[in-house]
């Protein structure tokens, strides 16, 4: 089954003028983990946001559809419900919002807009703390305002938690290796192993291979001046970090 | 010097119809010196440097403008559960059956309109004393015109460290009431009390809080302005800081179609520490609002700290201000000043004006401010409604988190968290 569907997308930067995505085509079946490599200013993280609905982009051609049913005209809160999760390459500081306050909300209000019952607040609490204590997340950090003072790595971690209480179906990681030390790379990589099912699909956007060791993705994309420049298996990330992506460039040219 | 017309004009109109109170008692001697104070320098009109920013036509005219009470019958009161020993006014009048009589250890009240005959020495040198002092180096003539007709208040003396708070709950029932109501707090050295003050005095209100606060003692003052929309609100705290003492003042206000409140602090005896904040929020959806925080900080003593943390949300139309000057006299070394303003626009409709002042005389301080006004946060607001949140609910959330530095200056954390659920109810269900 198809799970994201994104058919000669172009997007350009409305402020701007200027054209991020010319003709992105990409497939994700449910199950599967797809990872996006790319130089930067290739469009990765455009296409990330663009998918999740932030604002600032105007798609001027082509669709995305998440099983089947069209993205593009959602609001980002409704895209969330019907199942899109976006891991931030830059998580934001929300100072004076509870890291619990704010999960919970999100949680409900998801489940609301779906027509599911609320969660009450002894079985969210019961979950938050078992999914919490997985990711090495302590009472301390669920207590702080959303993301304020929390190192590089536990702001990755707390990503991974919302992902984990969510549960969406898509999940795209912008970059979630950067700024990691290795430890704590393997820490949001067991979170996202974890989550790995038949029912769910993830698109792993990164620089480096080495995150792709530690979440093996089935399929590898390069992505080069806003389009999909060749697709193939794990191997092709190995090919990327020995070479470079000049080589792959030049020889998808 | 003759008062320029509209000034004299507009004086005569309000003093045509106001009469001192009391005919003899300790406290006629300064309402007599008020009132010639306040003839001889006039009510505020438009074109006065302090009132540039808010017209001072409603808080001056003889009668009120109309202000129907709301129904906050939706919800139980502000504070109502913190245990306080509570005292009631209703449009301006005490009402003895509505309040606590029994007094916790350690501070006794009385009232102005029936204590003129008693021999208290100590409100007789307070009353009018401090508002007085605080007529310079800027005049105050509302400040003044309550010190010589206020009706009633609290005399309230604090002998010892009080754990249960005072709490002044205000009913605003009639639609063109206009109390005129003078608070007296005086705590003895090394001693503390909590002052809550919730609701709208009336249609229109006049308070002044004259606050002494010795050595070592504590003064924590929370106040919850209310919800109405159409009350005009004229307030004054003058706050005199001995030596090592705290005053620590917090105001929420929400909507109000105008509020100056004014906060006069001065620092006469050494290591003294004064924090002042505010949060606002203003929605001139249905009616107009204007809201002005105004703060004065004399320090003249050695290794003071003062700070004034103020916050407005403000959307459409909403006008707020801010007027905070800290003056450090030459022989105030080590004086550590700090002062923020910040405003939230929703909308391009709403505007935020503010002035902020430092005047200093000292070699040896540190004193800072800063003054903001922006937007919501696109990245907050995308970050938020990713995660399924939608769009108003974020909005909510992001003013209650832009409000919550104000909000940490109480120092009570039961006190601020009531607060906040209260903001964040009020939000939630679209009543601001």
């Known amino acids: ?253 | 010097m003759a008062l320029p017309k509209a000034k004299q004009d507009a004086t005569d109109a309000r003093l045509a119809d106001l009469e001192i109170p009391v005919s003899g008692g300790w406290s006629l001697a300064a309402r007599q010196d008020a009132a010639e104070r306040l003839v001889q320098m006039g009510l505020p009109q438009p074109r006065d440097e302090y009132w540039r920013f808010t017209r001072p036509k409603d808080l001056i005219a003889p009668e009120p403008p109309a202000a129907a009470p709301m129904d906050e019958s939706d919800e139980s009161p502000v504070f109502s559960d913190k245990g306080a020993c509570t005292l009631v006014f209703r449009d301006g009048v005490f009402d003895a059956d509505a309040s606590d009589s029994d007094l916790p250890a350690g501070v006794s009240i009385t009232r102005l309109a029936v204590s003129q005959d008693n021999d208290i020495d100590w409100a007789s040198g307070l009353y009018g004393k401090l508002e007085l002092e605080g007529q310079t180096p800027v005049q105050r003539p509302l400040a003044a015109l309550n010190t010589a007709f206020a009706t009633d208040g609290l005399i309230i003396d604090v002998t010892d460290k009080v754990e249960t708070p005072i709490l002044i709950r205000y009913l605003h029932e009639r639609d063109d009431s206009d109390p005129v109501l003078h608070h007296l707090v005086r705590l003895h050295a090394d001693t503390e009390l909590t002052l809550l003050e919730v609701g709208a005095p009336g249609a229109r209100c006049n308070t002044v809080m004259e606050v002494d606060v010795a050595e070592d003692a504590t003064l924590h003052h929370v106040r919850d302005q209310g919800r109405n929309h159409d009350r005009r609100t004229n307030t004054h705290a003058f706050a005199r800081l001995g030596a090592r003492s705290t005053y620590k003042s917090f105001t929420l206000s929400l909507n109000g179609a105008l509020s100056r409140n004014e906060q006069i602090v001065s620092f006469t005896g050494d290591d003294a520490v004064a924090h002042v904040a505010g949060a606002a929020i203003g929605d001139g959806k249905t009616d107009p609002v204007h809201h002005d925080d105004t703060v004065f900080v004399t320090h003249d003593a050695l290794r003071c700290e003062s700070r004034q943390v103020f916050k407005k949300v403000l959307k459409n139309g909403a006008v707020g201000v801010f007027q905070g000057k800290i003056l450090v006299k030459k022989d105030a070394q080590k004086t550590d000043g700090y002062q923020i303003s910040q405003s939230l626009l929703l909308d391009d409709d709403s505007q935020f004006l503010a002035k902020p002042e430092l005047e200093i005389y000292a070699d040896d301080v540190a004193c800072s401010h800063g003054s903001t006004t922006g937007a919501i946060d696109e990245d907050a607001l995308f970050y938020l409604r990713s995660r399924g949140v939608p769009k108003p609910r974020a909005e909510d959330l992001l003013v209650l988190s832009f409000l919550a530095e104000a909000l940490q200056e109480i120092e009570d954390e039961t006190l601020a968290d009531e607060l906040n659920e209260r903001l964040a109810a009020w939000l939630g269900r679209h009543a601001v």
């Open chain 1, 1 to 253: 089954m198809t799970m994201l569907e994104i058919k000669n997308l172009h997007v350009e930067l409305e402020e701007e003028n200027k054209k991020i995505l010319k003709g992105v085509d990409l497939t994700v079946e449910t199950g599967k983990v797809h990872a996006i490599m790319g130089p930067n200013g290739s469009g990765k993280s455009t296409l990330s946001y663009v998918l999740s609905g932030r604002d600032g982009y105007e798609v001027t051609d082509g669709s995305a559809t998440l099983e089947g049913e069209d993205i593009l005209d959602m609001d980002p809160e409704e895209r969330a419900a019907a199942g899109m999760f976006l891991a931030f390459q830059y998580p934001v500081e929300i100072p004076g919002v509870g890291n619990m306050t704010f999960l919970r909300t999100a949680l409900n209000a998801q489940r609301k807009a779906r027509g599911e019952p609320e969660v009450s607040s002894a079985d969210f609490l019961k979950m938050v703390r078992a999914k919490a204590k997985d990711l090495q997340i302590d009472a301390d950090m669920l207590k702080r305002p959303v993301n304020v003072g929390f190192s590089g790595g536990e702001k990755k971690r707390n990503e991974i938690l919302q992902m984990a209480m969510l549960e969406p179906k898509m999940c795209i990681l912008d970059e979630t290796d950067s700024g990691l030390d290795v430890d704590a790379m393997k820490l949001v990589a067991q979170g996202v192993n974890a989550l790995r099912d038949e029912g769910r699909a993830f698109l792993v956007i990164t620089h480096y291979q080495r995150l792709l060791d530690h979440i093996q993705p089935d399929v590898v994309h390069i992505m080069s001046d806003g389009r999909i420049v060749k697709t193939g298996g794990p191997e092709l990330a190995l090919e990327v970090e020995k070479n470079g992506y000049g080589d792959l460039l030049a020889e998808g040219a």
